[in-house]
């Protein structure tokens, strides 16, 4: 039981973060993305979207949480309205392997 109660805390944080990127997203889309983005995740998503390097000044919120939504399966037609959390959850994750995979890169190669 202590150990459920342990991944339920992990589970509840990780469903917090994707709510809170939900939110923000939405209300606040100027904002730069670096307020909730760490550097390697917001300039490994914007490598691996728009292969090529990431601008020197973080894009805005908004664009960014597009983005990751993107990268998770959300489509951004007209009709679709805006990015729900299962996007953006999915779009986290492969954005955090992105990040690894590119600090692993730079170790290994000397980038």
Excluded: N
């Excluded at 150990?3 to 923000?24: C, G, N, P, S």
């Amino acid at each position: 039981m202590e150990r459920l109660e342990r991944l339920l805390v992990i589970y509840f944080i990780i469903a917090w973060r994707i709510l809170h990127l939900v939110t923000l997203g939405q209300e606040c889309p100027g904002l730069p993305c670096d307020v909730v983005f760490d550097p390697e995740e917001w300039q490994a998503a914007w490598m691996v979207a728009h292969r090529k390097k990431p601008p020197p000044e973080p894009p805005p919120l908004g664009e960014m949480v597009r983005l990751v939504a993107r990268l998770g399966g959300f489509l951004g037609r007209k009709s679709d309205g805006k990015p729900g959390p299962k996007a953006i959850w999915e779009g986290m994750e492969k954005v955090r392997h992105y990040a690894v995979g590119i600090e692993v890169g730079k170790a290994v190669y000397a980038i």
